[in-house]
């Protein structure tokens, strides 16, 4: 059983970087697009970065285009997100999830396993 567990997050102020991580524990013989998703009290979950089981190809939603950026360790099934020019809406919780296929996707319909979230805080 694969599970995905999320680190990395806390305070920043604006204008910051954070790098969250995300380890996904079980079996290490899974090539599964992963992605990360963020949600904020009173609002529907957003799309945030997406990358290939390869790592070659990425997808970014469009209020993280030009700030953050996902990479990926297949060797220590380990992706991450590199935050930075962060803004007090980036405040969330940001949840990684695992894909049923090798493509990223911005659809979270496509993602079957997800991690229990971690927290980011920017403040003004």
């Known amino acids: 059983q694969v599970q995905l567990v999320e680190s990395g997050g806390g305070s920043v102020e604006a204008g910051g970087s954070l790098r969250l991580s995300c380890l996904a524990s079980?079996?290490?013989?899974?090539?599964?697009?992963m992605a990360w998703f963020r949600q904020s009290p009173g609002k529907e979950r957003e799309f945030v970065a997406a990358?290939?089981?390869?790592?070659?190809?990425?997808r970014i939603g469009d209020a993280a285009k030009g700030r953050f950026s996902v990479s990926r360790d297949t060797g220590k099934n380990t992706i991450c997100l590199h935050m930075s020019s962060v803004k007090p809406e980036d405040t969330a919780m940001y949840y990684c999830a695992e894909a049923l296929h090798v493509s990223p996707s911005e659809d979270f319909v496509d993602y079957n396993r997800w991690g229990a979230g971690v927290q980011a805080a920017v403040s003004s």
């Open positions: 990358i290939g089981w390869s790592g070659a190809s990425t």
């Open positions: 079980g079996r290490t013989d899974r090539r599964y697009a």
